[in-house]
T-cell receptor, first 114, second 114 residues
Framework: AQTVTQSQPEMSVQEAETVTLSCTYD???????LFWYKQPPSRQMILVIR??????QNATENRFSVNFQKAAKSFSLKISDSQLGDAAMYFC???????????FGKGTSLLVTP | NAGVTQTPKFRILKIGQSMTLQCTQD?????MYWYRQDPGMGLKLIYY???????DKGEVPNGYNVSRSTTEDFPLRLELAAPSQTSVYFC?????????????FGAGTRLSVL
């Protein structure tokens, strides 16, 4: 079975500061992909960043970067220079290359304070 | 830039009623998916399709049916609505297993069964 665990139900960060959201996953697969999706109050699921397991280099997208530790099965998201618009639920998701379904964690609610 | 379009956005059903949630995508994706999101949880796969005429069950298929007659459309049918089907439903699409594995989501349908 493949499971995704987000151990922080809620996180808070001040504007312009940096915050890290944690995610661990369990799998016996060697080839897979990991994602962070953002869900603002509008409910829309928005892709934030994507990581391929066979790539050792951590993915970055502007202010968003990941720390991918394959041996530890850890995939954390770092948001730098936080903005009010970053406030949302953040979901970590996993998909094996052989599978079809994204496996989601329960999400972390991020609050950004002025 | 329509992407994945879902209708309706909101719906209230009485127990035992039926309805169809519509989903269409204009990205020429082969793969399409239906997920449900219960409060405080990540998304769970209901059904998926790898192409026109081909569908398969996901993790939580009971109480639902799907069809895929065209590449663009993937409707989800609820035959006898039950309170347990109160949820937010997301349709998604992707290129398939040879691509980036990114799934693009619609804006969701909030369904209440009373």
């Amino acid at each position: 079975a493949q499971t995704v665990t987000q151990s922080q139900p809620e996180m808070s960060v001040q504007e312009a500061e940096t915050v890290t959201l944690s995610c661990t996953y369990d799998t016996s697969e060697s080839d897979y992909y990991l994602f962070w999706y953002k869900q603002p109050p509008s409910r829309q699921m928005i892709l934030v960043i994507r990581q391929e397991a066979y790539k050792q280099q951590n993915a970055t997208e502007n202010r968003f970067s990941v720390n991918f530790q394959k041996a530890a099965k850890s995939f954390s998201l770092k948001i730098s220079d936080s903005q009010l618009g970053d406030a949302a639920m953040y979901f970590c998701a996993y998909i094996p290359n052989s599978g079809y379904a994204l496996n989601f964690g329960k999400g972390t609610s991020l609050l950004v304070t002025p | 830039n329509a992407g994945v379009t879902q209708t309706p956005k909101f719906r209230i059903l009485k127990i035992g009623q039926s309805m169809t949630l519509q989903c269409t995508q204009d990205m020429n994706h082969n793969y399409m998916y239906w997920y449900r999101q219960d409060p405080g949880m990540g998304l769970k796969l209901i059904y998926y399709s790898v192409g026109a005429g081909i569908t398969d069950k996901g993790e939580v298929p009971n109480g639902y049916n799907v069809s895929r007659s065209t590449t663009e459309d993937f409707p989800l049918r609820l035959e006898l609505a039950a309170p347990s089907q109160t949820s937010v439903y997301f349709c998604a699409s992707s290129y398939g297993t040879s691509g980036s594995r990114v799934q693009y989501f619609g804006a969701g349908t909030r369904l209440s069964v009373l």
